[in-house]
């Protein structure tokens, strides 16, 4: 009712009637099948809020969301630091424009199966213990899952994966390296913390076979980046409300979505430390 009392008095400006709907998508950080289900209300929600057509599409991998950015079958992405970094390159004028209020805190678990004996680590001690068993990075590109931890590693350990590790894989999604370790199938792994969060809540995790050992110290992760052309197609003033509108995100339900206690603004210089650790890695031309 405001708002439409507002565009009759031309306080506000008419939103410009898009043949297009904005489509977003997410990283899959998690189990696939659940993405549908928790930003199918982000859209809803990021609908009513800026007056257009939203959807949301799944990706399979998080070189697909990439993909989907760069080709503009997406114009908006939660990205984790490193695809965004990833895609801002890729698309010129792409802008971080809102980040979760944990994420420039953020860190990532090594986990390992109760059958080696690991016990829990301080943050400042070098997990030397890892030396020589099989571990399992997330996606290979992942920040939380691959990036980030492989960089703290190499910094504590002073060697790549290949050469600390009996045997390195890549599991895909936090998600999955929680369950290859569980298993036994890895004896080590490294997950985003909140991915853990999620997954000793929901009851997937038995502590009787995995618990966490170490965990790295912090660094900028995860964000919603936009391509640069959004006012030119859904007018002017489109991007900042945008970005109010994903600040504004309030509902228990949405926020758990990613999970997070709410969203803060961002820019794309939040996230020199993750270019620069990504072209020490050689994962960055």
Known sequence: MLRALMLALGLVAAPLAAAEPLVFTAIPDED????????????????EELEVDVRFIPVTSYAASVTAFRNNQVQLAWFGGFT????RQLVPGARAIAQGVEDPQYKSYVIANRDTGLEPMEQATA??????LTFSFGSQSSTSGRLMPEYFLREHLGEAP???????GFSGNHSRTISLVQSGAYQAGVVSYKAWENE??????DPERVQVIWQTPPYPDYQWTV????????GAGFTERLQQALIAMEAPELLASFPRSGFIPADNDDYAMIERVATELGLLD
Request: net charge negative.
């Open 32 to 47: 696939e099948t659940r993405l549908q289900e928790r930003f199918g209300a982000v859209a809803d929600y990021l609908a």
């Open 84 to 87: 965004g970094v990833q895609a």
């Open 127 to 132: 997990p030397e213990a890892l030396r020589g």
């Open 162 to 168: 290949e050469a600390l590790f009996e045997r390195v």
């Open 200 to 205: 000793v809540e929901s009851g997937s995790v």
């Open 227 to 234: 391509r640069g052309d959004l006012d030119e197609r859904f």
